[in-house]
């Protein structure tokens, strides 16, 4: 593993509030699967109804975490040291997490 590898991984989660980055480890085979989700680095378009005004409004502090990068942004790259990189076009990457796991023998024989 190279130092700019070594690098990434030490700092994947820092601003993971921001980032929306998290790492899931599979507890049946041990793997870790980095996850990155990918969007326009802007918060959602969403708040509280406020009677009075009749407007949707952000509450303090919204914008400060986007929960996503700009694909340009992005850190899960081969140059980075992830052999293996997989985008989920739409939903919950976890069923591809589920799907890749399989492919790997328990860690645990039993």
């Not at 990189?85 to 890749?100: A, C, R, T």
């Amino acid at each position: 593993m190279g130092t700019n590898t070594q690098q990434v991984l030490k700092n994947f989660l820092v601003d993971s509030e921001d980032t929306g980055r998290h790492i899931v480890k599979s507890i049946r085979t041990g793997r870790e699967y980095y996850v990155e989700p990918i969007g326009d680095g802007r918060m959602a378009d969403w708040g509280s109804y406020n009677p009075s005004t009749g407007n949707i409004e952000h509450k303090k502090g919204a914008g400060k975490c986007a929960g996503s990068v700009r694909e340009i942004e992005s850190i899960v790259t081969k140059e980075n040291g992830f052999d293996e990189v997989h985008f989920v076009d739409s939903g919950s990457p976890y069923e591809q997490i589920n799907k890749l796991d399989e492919k790997y023998p328990d860690l645990i024989k039993q």
